[in-house]
């Protein structure tokens, strides 16, 4: 199975700050890589696939990257409504894995 | 719109089976791969297994934990996908989800509210 690991497991931000998430996987996965939030109570949302495609309706500020091993995801200027559990998911191989989620806190 | 609807949860004594049923709707079902997962309180996610479309086989992929106690299948007659377990564990407590896939299960673009599966005697 692929190991999926996310770096911070919980990150302190403002409001307007600049928040980077990273993910690696334990073996290389191309792109084949997306971004999910979840808030309390709510089912997830994917907001990007394939290391950096944004899904429709999501804004810009959020952008990922990455290949191989190593992605990140970043959120250029946090809103409120950004507040949130962010997961990394790989669809390189079964079984699909996921990194084990990176709260984004109020500072 | 897209909408998916779980339903079928509820307290469940161990060792039981329990059937859930993921009632889809704003798409036709028939074109797309179908999965489920589920979250344990308060823990991450975890996916349960994938069914592709008829197009490409109809067949399933399971996680491991699981592998040998469920079943994922579906009628697409009905929009419905299913996810029967058997045998079921206390460890087995979590909220399930249904999801649209995109292409084979890589990504996961549409998901449904969840329903809360208990496993308690």
């Known amino acids: 199975d692929i190991q999926m690991t996310q770096s911070p497991s919980s990150v302190s931000a403002s409001v307007g700050d600049r928040v980077t998430i990273t993910c690696r996987a334990s073996q290389a996965i191309i792109n084949w890589l997306a971004w999910y939030q979840q808030k309390p109570g709510k089912a997830p949302k994917v907001l990007i696939y394939?290391?950096?495609t944004l899904q429709g309706g999501v804004p810009s500020r959020f952008s990922g990257s990455g290949s191989g091993t190593d992605f990140t995801l970043t959120i250029s200027s946090l809103q409120p409504e950004d507040f949130a559990t962010y997961y990394c998911q790989q669809g390189y191989s079964f079984p699909r894995t996921f990194g084990q989620g990176t709260k984004v806190e109020v500072k | 719109e897209v909408q998916l609807v779980e339903s079928g949860g509820g307290l469940v004594k161990p060792g039981r089976s329990l059937t859930l049923s993921c009632t889809a709707s704003?798409?036709?079902?028939?074109?797309?791969?179908m999965s489920w997962f589920r979250q344990a309180p308060g823990k991450g996610l975890e996916w349960v297994g994938s069914?592709?479309?008829?197009?490409?086989?109809?067949?399933?992929e399971y996680a491991a934990s699981v592998k040998d106690r469920v079943v994922i299948s579906r009628d697409d007659s009905k929009s419905v996908a299913y996810l029967q377990m058997n045998f079921l564990k206390t460890e087995d407590t979590a909220l399930f989800y249904c999801?649209?896939?995109?292409?084979?299960?890589?990504?996961?673009?549409?998901w449904g509210q969840g329903t809360l599966v208990s496993v308690s005697s």
């Open positions: 704003g798409f036709t079902i028939r074109d797309y791969a």
């Open positions: 999801t649209r896939d995109h292409g084979d299960a890589n990504h996961f673009d549409s």
């Open positions: 069914i592709r479309a008829k197009a490409y086989g109809g067949t399933t």
């Open positions: 394939a290391a950096s």
